[in-house]
Structure formats: C-alpha cells, structure tokens
C-alpha cells in the first residue's frame, strides 16, 4: 500500500475552556483524491483541520502528512500543505501581491523565485489586476480567491480548504469548481469541506463526516449515495390535476394542481411512472431532486433528519 | 527547511517587518526625533546650562549617551509588540504557523525588525543631538555592539509581551509601567554616584543602568559601572530571552489553540 496523503488515528482535542471538540477522529486520505470532510456546524472539521496544520494542538491521537508524523516531522509535514481557512486571516493592510510573496517566502522561497510564482497564482485565480490594491479593499469572493492563490504559491501536495466557497456568487464558485478539479487533476490532494452538500457531490469521489468530534462515515462517495434506498421528485404537469393520479409501486403526493411528489425505490426505474402517468393523460413537463441526495443522507447519518 | 530556505524565509520577515515601519515613518520615527529634541532643548540646553558637570562632562553632553539609548530601547520593544500583536489579532500570524520556519527563526525575524526600527530610530535621534551639541564617539565598537545587544535584548521583550498579550491594552502596560521607569531610573538623566547608598545599591539591579553607563563609556570613555558587567549582563540577558521567546512560541502561548 503506498503512503496515504493524511493518516489521522483516535485524533482527541479538549480546548482550555473544556470543550470536547474532537473525540475521536480517524481519517485516511489517499494521495490524489478529491476528499470531503463533511458535518454540521461544530462538529470539528475546522479543529481538525487546524490540528493538521498545527494552528491547534492535539490532546491526543497521530496525525501524519505524507507519511510524516506531525509530532516527530513538523517541518517536513508542513511543507506539504497548503490550507485556505475558513476565516480571512491575512493583513488587510497589505497590497494582494505582496501578501502571496510573503507566504512563499515562509516557506523558504526567494523573493526573486517567489514574484513569477505570485504572478501565475494571481492569474489563475483572476486577482492579477488586484495585485497592488490592499487586501481590506477586495470584496469578500476576492479575498476567499486571495487565500486559494496563497495557498497554493509554494506548490503544496495537498491543499485543504475550509469552506473556500462561503458567501461566493455562483459564478465565481463555478469557476472555483473548474479551478479545483483541474488542480486535483494535476496531482494535488485536496480536502474540501463545505455545507453545499451539492458541491462535495459535484466535486470529490470520497467522503467523510464528522459528528460531535467523531467520524462516523468514511467511503466513496458512490457508496455512500448508494445507501440512499429512495428519492422524491417534484413532477410539473401540463394537465390541472385534480387528485392524486392512482400509479401502482410509486408514492405519489399533491402539492398543488401543477405540481406532484413522487418517492421512486432506487431499485425500480422512473420509466414505469412516466408510462402510467401517461396512460392517464397525465404529462410531465419537468422533473427535479426533492433534495440533493448527499443532503438526505447527510441529514439521516448526523441524527436530524425531519429535525 | 535547509540553511538557504532558512535564510530566504528570514529576509522574507526582516523585509516585511522594515517595509511595516518604513511606510508609517510619521508614526514609527518621527515621534522620536521630536519627542527626543524637547528633553535635549530642556534638559539639556535650558535646564543643563545652569547645572554642574558630571564626570568632567557638560550636562547636555552627559545626558546624550542616555536620551539616544532610551529611544532606542522605546523603539525597538515598541515594534515588535505591535507587529506581532496585530499579527495575533488579525490572525495572519497563522501564515507564519502553518509554514514550515521553525519558532526560533519566527522570533528571530521579528527581532531583527526591531533591531532595525531601533537602529533607525537611533540614527535620527543621534542626529538631532548632533544639531545640539559636537558628538563624540570614545570607541565606535563599543557604541555599536550596546546599539545591537540592546535593540536585540528590547525586541526580544516586545515579542514576548505580544505573545501574552490579549488586548492592545496589555501592549502598553509593560512600557508604561515598567520600561519608562527603569530607563528614567537607569542613569540617563544623572549618574548614580550622586544617589544615596541605598539608592546607589538599589540602582544596581536595574539592567537599564549598564546599558546606559557601556553606551555612555562609547560615547565619552566614562562608565558607572565596569564595561565588561555590562556586557555581560546584557548578553545573558539576550540568551534568556531569546530561550524563553522561542519557549512560549513552541508550547503555542497566546498563537495556539
Ligand atoms: N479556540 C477555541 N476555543 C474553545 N473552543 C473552540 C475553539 N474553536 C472551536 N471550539 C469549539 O470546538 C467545537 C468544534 O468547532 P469547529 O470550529 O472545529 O467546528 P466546525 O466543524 O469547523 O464547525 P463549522 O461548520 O461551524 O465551521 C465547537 O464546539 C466550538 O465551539
Ligand atoms: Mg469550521
């Protein structure tokens, strides 16, 4: 087996104040992956993510980088990731360019070799027109896009990102989308967390939850939607219907004259209610997910579905 | 991180941190230049002439040696403290935890930006005495290594204040009530000959005072106490806080959760 990316064992932390933040986080993420560490506000992802980069430190557990125990080789873990925090936390004081010379710099690289590093990070992330302004005057997509090209300036193998997409536009988290995909592509680890659910689906092939300090799913993300033994669908129809249609093998529901819910088994196809459907003169215009369908797990697996 | 990365990420902070004080000059230098010509024209020129020498010294250049020194060791504690504070509270500390420098280059970079704001500060403040009165320099190696050791000593202070500070209050509790004391207690303004015994005595555990007394015997060859126990007490000094900044860093205080 090779080196996984990140190896977390029994990983423990109990802030000052007492609280129990993690309880026990196990966590492998294999080189190359697109990973996504899900759970609910306050369930650890954010401690555990600072634990890895050594911004929090452990109670207990093992945390390795690349096979490099944070305990043992800070210096060479360290060097191996890139991390975007979930809070701004650069000099709002400091012009854009200037701010991702200085992380480069940290990381043992020359303003001389940093400068067309900065350059070609600020371009792929669209700031290279905002590189002299201060970093305080960049709107709040801006400033998320300015911690992705500062993390990556040092060409990290990994690179973690703790809701990079928060309070973004569509757009642009579009083409944050694009820009992840194709840096994964390109080799780099990288370990997403985010509460569009949508997103994880879109983006990553593996997942885990965390839950009041502890993982408690860890798999391909196919599997996972694999579990899922129903969907609901929203039905628009071009008839006016006045009750609900009688269709064997399928739930269907009224919302309103246009509009109907249908729970489909996933082992039954959608073919056979569109043929009844139609059989009764009943056409359907368009057809959409209830919900997202890592979100009903999601809901299900943390203890809150229906909540 | 090998010895070149170490030495790139060093000047990578030692940069960051002169740029800082360069661009707000107003606010870094100047006060200084000022504040440190009023005590030369009151002091020195106004009250000094009225007063007898000291060690065969006219009052106003007796005081120089002092007043230099003291904003000097303002300057320096005041940079750090601020830089890393402010560091510590807008968070972009974390740049710097998360990369992989070791604590001991972290708090060697930001001693070396104080050093320099201390350096600078010196050098205009040195200027405005030399507007005042004809410098002297007795011995330059004296006069610099003092410079050096105690810009170093005084950042190394301020770094470790910023570590435990929690508010901008706690940035200006140690230079109110223990920095200005000791430096105006330390020999700038009189030499402790003239004290009582108990006083003299008393005097002598104020480190200021051997800063003050090996920077004056730079200047103009006359000393309170021994060159050599001033060196030696500023250098232990120095290693002390140097261990116990890198110390705090590493256990996280006040930068970790
Ligand atoms: N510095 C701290 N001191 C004390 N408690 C903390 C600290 N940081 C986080 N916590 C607590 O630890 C728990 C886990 O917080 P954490 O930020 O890791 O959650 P999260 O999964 O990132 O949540 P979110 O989705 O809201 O960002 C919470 O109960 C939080 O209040
Ligand atoms: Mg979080």
Not at chain 1, 276 to 302: A, D, I, T, Y
Not at chain 2, 45 to 54: K, N
Not at chain 2, 137 to 164: E, Q
């Amino acid at each position: 087996m090779t080196t996984p990316a990140l190896e977390i064992e029994h990983l423990t932390k109990t802030y000052r104040n007492g609280v129990r933040a993690l309880r026990g986080v196990d966590l492998r993420v294999e080189e190359g992956e697109f990973f996504a560490l899900l759970g609910p506000n306050g369930a650890g992802k954010s401690t555990t993510i600072g634990i890895i980069c050594s911004l929090v430190r452990k109670s207990g557990g093992r945390v390795a980088v690349f096979g490099h125990d944070i305990d043992h080789e800070m210096e060479a873990a360290k060097s191996c990731i890139g991390l975007v925090p979930q809070e701004f936390n650069f000099n709002q004081f400091e012009p854009v360019e200037e701010i991702v010379i200085n992380q480069a710099g940290y990381y043992g690289i020359s303003r001389r070799r940093a400068r067309p590093r900065a350059e070609a990070c600020l371009r792929q992330l669209g700031l290279w027109d905002r590189r002299r302004v201060m970093a305080r005057e960049l709107s709040g997509g801006q400033k998320r896009r300015l911690m992705i090209a500062r993390a990556l300036v040092h060409e990290p193998r990994m690179l973690i990102l703790d809701e990079p997409t928060a309070g973004v536009d569509i757009e642009v988290r579009r083409s944050m989308w694009a820009f992840l995909r194709e840096t994964n592509a390109r080799g780099t680890t990288i370990i997403l967390t985010t509460h569009y659910l949508e997103e994880a689906e879109a983006l990553c092939r593996r997942v885990a939850i965390i839950d009041h300090g502890r993982t408690i799913e860890n798999s391909a993300m196919r599997d996972l939607l694999m579990q899922l033994h129903m969907e609901t669908f929203i039905l628009n129809t071009r008839e006016a219907l006045a009750e609900v249609p009688a269709v064997e093998g399928y739930t269907l529901r009224r919302v309103d004259e246009h509009t109907l819910e249908a729970d489909v088994e996933r082992d039954r196809s959608v073919n056979g209610l569109f043929e009844q459907l139609s059989r009764q003169g009943v056409h359907v215009l368009s057809m959409r997910n209830k919900s997202n369908r890592l979100e009903e797990l999601f809901l299900r697996r943390v203890g809150r579905a229906g909540a | 991180m090998t010895p070149s990365q170490q030495g790139a990420a060093f000047l990578t902070l030692l940069i960051k941190e002169c740029l800082r004080f360069l661009r707000i000059w107003v606010q870094t230098v100047l006060p200084a230049a000022v504040t440190m010509s009023l005590y030369f024209l009151i002091f020195g020129g106004l009250i000094g002439s009225q007063l007898a020498d000291i060690h065969g010294l006219r009052y106003m250049d007796y005081i120089v040696p002092g007043v230099i020194l003291m904003a000097v060791i303002n300057n320096s504690y005041a940079n750090v403290v601020s830089s890393f504070f402010s560091a510590k509270f807008q968070r972009h500390v974390e740049e710097m935890l998360v990369s992989p420098m070791p604590d001991w280059l972290i708090v060697a970079g930001y001693t070396a930006g104080g050093m320099a704001r201390g350096l600078v500060v010196g050098v205009a403040v040195t200027a405005v005495a030399a507007w005042f009165t004809d410098l002297r320099v007795h011995s330059w190696p004296v006069v610099i290594a003092v410079g050096l050791l105690t810009t170093m000593l005084f950042a190394l202070g301020g770094f470790i204040n910023a570590l435990f500070a929690r508010s901008f209050d706690d940035i200006s509790i140690i230079p109110t009530f223990v920095l200005t004391p000791l430096t105006y207690l330390g020999g700038v303004f009189y030499s402790i000959d003239m004290l009582p015994g108990f006083w003299q005595q008393a005097s002598r555990l104020n480190p200021v005072l051997y800063m003050v007394s090996a920077f004056r015997y730079g200047m103009h060859g006359v000393a309170d106490v021994p060159l050599a126990v001033s060196f030696a007490l500023i250098a232990g000094f120095v290693v002390v806080l140097f261990a116990a900044a890198v110390w705090l860093l590493r256990r996280g205080v006040g930068v970790r959760g």
